[in-house]
């Protein structure tokens, strides 16, 4: 197992475009976390799910975000219509339920540029 | 909502010289992390705090979980060049979410 891992790296859209970001968790982790990061900032939550069910939503991820994870196992978050201040790297984690904080592990993000 | 306040914001510093930056809470946290981010990649847990007054080593990092349970530092000992980053707290306040708070990191840079 390589860690957690995020599919694309690099993404520049146009404004208005759809964009979805893939996560695959470390395999045997059953929670999975969904963060943004601009620049010159720290990690700022958006959600989290306990295998398949997303339990938590952080009011920043506005309507146009919408984040799943059907089979509890990888996830995909999709921004629709995407504006110029949606730029920022995306960053997923996972952990293990019974060890929440010991084995949260990042992904190396997904950087997202919206022109 | 909980903010952390994260100081200096950024350090420039010869190699072999010991860092200190630290982070603070206008509420309780139950555990400290620190994190460390190099470009493009994400945050790295370095160590992690789970009881207040608790002192934890790494090789050269030393982190504390303050007493108060407000605040944590973090020492970087004999600086070497990959020490370069940004290192970031975060604080957990336990219960059934697991998300962190993160505080706006420190940059550090290494002169060898």
Not at chain 1, 15 to 29: A, K, L, W, Y
Request: with cysteine; charged share 20%; glycine share 10%.
């Amino acid at each position: 197992d390589t860690g957690v891992s995020q599919d694309p790296r690099h993404k520049i859209t146009k404004r208005g475009q759809n964009v979805t970001f893939r996560c695959d968790p470390i395999s045997e982790h059953n929670r999975l976390y969904w963060y943004r990061q601009t620049l010159g900032q720290g990690p700022e939550f958006l959600t989290y799910f306990q295998n398949e069910a997303q339990l938590e939503k952080s009011r920043l991820l506005s309507d146009r975000f919408s984040a799943e994870r059907p089979k509890g196992s990888f996830s995909t978050l999709e921004i629709q219509r995407t504006e110029q201040g949606d730029s920022a790297m995306y960053l997923c984690a996972s952990s293990l339920l019974a060890s929440t904080l010991y084995g949260y592990t990042f992904g190396s993000g997904t950087r997202l540029t919206v022109v | 909502g909980q903010q952390l306040n994260q100081s200096p914001q950024s350090m420039f510093i010869q190699e072999g010289e010991d860092v200190s930056m630290n982070c603070t809470s206008s509420s309780i946290f139950n555990t400290w992390l620190w994190y460390k981010q190099d470009p493009g990649e994400g945050p790295v847990l370095l160590i992690a705090l789970y009881k207040a007054g608790e002192l934890t080593s790494n090789g050269r990092l030393t982190a504390q979980f303050g007493i108060t349970r407000k605040d944590s530092f973090l020492n970087i000992s004999a600086s070497i060049p990959s020490d370069v980053g940004i290192y970031f707290c975060a604080g957990y306040n336990g219960g059934s979410q697991g998300n962190l708070i993160f505080g706006k990191g420190t940059k550090l840079s290494v002169k060898p």
